[in-house]
T-cell receptor, first 110, second 111 residues
């Protein structure tokens, strides 16, 4: 299994809602990542988890809260988002120099 | 993070080779050169990586200049399915493998 699975594929949420994005991999990778991608722009790194601990936070606003419950699972909790947070959210895991990306969650904040 | 410079776009014909250039004049001694591509409506996909020597795999070849200040991704026979944005990224490996994407090159493949 060389897949990174993200759910849901699409999400529409209001600015007062709380929602979560989920990412799962069963390749035994100990590094997992969240990226944000706006239309026609490159992916931007948000968070890096290494061995289930947060190792890099790229100055992401606190309305985005990552969580790594175990080595296979990565969540991104969303609260009080703004319309400008609408984007494709990508999860990835890596082994050595090879990264594996999921297909992303398309988030729309209304 | 060391930066890379790539052309905004390139065009190729189907079944012809494609050479995608990348300049990285501030590369450090420990930086690997990685290439990823992103097809429309998909997540990025690993293509190839290297440190100093040229590298080949089933998808592509990577030619690295002797001074490491530039590299070229070579697709030997472009197909329509190779139309994508190609990203050249520098970084070290290990548990904090941090990919910082630049603008990339949009490759169009003509039938």
């Amino acid at each position: 299994d060389t897949e990174v699975t993200q759910t849901p594929k699409h999400l529409v949420m209001g600015m007062t809602n709380k929602k979560s994005l989920k990412c799962e991999q069963h390749m035994g990778h100990r590094a997992m990542y969240w990226y944000k991608q706006k239309a026609k722009k490159p992916p931007e790194l948000m968070f890096v988890y290494s061995y289930e601990k947060l190792s890099i936070n790229e100055s992401v606003p606190s309305r985005f809260s990552p969580e790594c419950p175990n080595s296979s699972l990565l969540n991104l909790h969303l609260h009080a988002l703004q319309p400008e947070d609408s984007a494709l959210y990508l999860c990835a895991s890596s082994e050595g120099h090879v990264g594996f990306f999921g297909q992303g969650t398309r988030l729309t904040v209304v | 993070d060391a930066k890379t410079t790539q052309p905004n776009s390139m065009e190729s014909n189907e079944e012809e080779p494609v050479h995608l250039p990348c300049n990285h004049s501030t590369i450090s001694g420990t930086d690997y050169i990685h290439w990823y591509r992103q097809l429309p409506s998909q997540g990025p996909e690993y293509v190839i990586h290297g440190l100093t020597s040229n590298v080949n795999n089933r998808m592509a070849s990577l030619a690295i200049a002797e001074d490491r200040k530039s590299s070229t991704l070579i697709l030997h026979r472009a197909t329509l399915r190779d139309a994508a944005v190609y990203y050249c990224i520098l970084g070290s490996g290990g548990s904090n493998y941090k990919l910082t994407f630049g603008k990339g090159t949009l490759l169009t493949v003509n039938p």
